[in-house]
């Protein structure tokens, strides 16, 4: 693999500039050329990449997939190194694909082994059928750390000229929850929204949809003070500004989780948002889930006091 991916470091013939000949006596060397620009024909006939949430139906596997892992490479490249004789398919969301082309897909890759290498890329293992992740090496990515999100996001501002308060980029590493797609793209539409001032926490929290923290808070200090009249208006309030359900659900996890109360009422409160959770999925009303939620964590805060 390692010859079929390797990059041209072959060094030069040192080049004396005539107006620095007499000062610069050092070799000049070539610069890494990364195998896919230096042969695209190479690329092109032993790479197939596709989006499998786009081209996911069982006719694509049969006709591109298939057809593509069919074909025999030579073990050489142009200019005459050897290289692995075989192909790579790139399936990118592959959990999008639907049984049928999962089926018709694993046929495919017990026959043409051989000469083709397959690459799953997925957000979810568990929609990928046994067949095919037995057939698999499964390598599981984890969130960046917020250190290196931070440092590129640090960078692009840098690079872009943009204003920005040190809050406002650990707010996007808060939000974004280690994925930095997800950051960088909060970054720009931030930058959009603020073109002359500079990105701040609220900006990135009104940007990225987040219940500002004030209000989970206001609305914890309800449900303490053991009024469920208070409590319903501070719900239906919050329905109305529009904020998500499950957003609010999410948020309510974190701080419950920190909370000074006991074990017992911590899991009787988790346990409630996990049944919150599955009917919000399956479509149930947010503004009763919400309160039949508040209402428990009032409960439990009331009990332990």
């Known amino acids: 693999m390692q010859a079929f991916l390797k990059v041209s470091t072959q060094s030069v013939k ?64 142009p200019d005459g190194k050897s290289c692995p004789p075989f192909k790579i398919i790139i399936l990118d969301e592959a959990d999008s694909m639907t049984n049928a082309a999962q089926a018709a897909l694993r046929r495919t890759m017990e026959k043409e082994s051989r000469t083709t290498r397959f690459c799953l890329i997925c957000n979810y293992v568990s929609r990928i059928i046994e067949p095919l992740t037995s057939r698999c090496s499964k ?24 204003k920005y308060s040190k809050e406002g980029i650990d707010a996007l590493v808060k939000v974004s929850e280690g994925d930095l797609r997800k950051a960088i793209t909060l970054l720009q539409s931030a930058a959009r929204l603020s073109t002359e001032k500079e990105i701040t926490e609220s900006i990135v929290i009104e940007i990225a949809g987040v219940v500002p923290p004030k209000v989970i808070e ?35 996890h974190d ?36 309160l039949n939620l508040c209402s428990v964590i009032m409960q439990q805060a009331t009990q332990s006091t």
């Open 14 to 77: 040192p080049q004396k500039d005539k107006a620095t000949a007499s000062s610069s006596g050092e070799n000049k060397r070539q610069k890494p050329v990364p195998w896919v620009e230096k042969y695209p024909e190479l690329y092109r006939q032993r790479v197939l990449e596709l989006n499998a949430s786009d081209e996911r139906g069982i006719q694509v596997v049969r006709e591109k997939v298939k057809n593509f892992a069919q074909l025999t490479v030579a073990g050489t490249r």
């Open 139 to 162: 390598f599981r990515f984890k969130p960046l750390v917020n250190q290196i999100q931070q440092e590129r996001l640090l960078e692009i501002c840098r690079k872009e000229n943009l």
């Open 218 to 252: 206001n609305l914890l200090q309800t449900c303490y003070k053991g009024n469920f009249e208070k409590l319903e208006i501070a719900v239906k309030k919050m329905i109305e500004e529009g904020y998500a359900a499950t957003q609010i659900l999410s948020q309510l």
């Open 255 to 290: 701080i419950i989780i920190e909370e000074k109360l006991g074990d017992k009422q911590k899991s009787v409160i988790a346990e409630k948002m996990a049944v919150v959770d599955k009917c919000l999925v399956d479509g149930a009303d947010e503004y009763l889930q919400l």
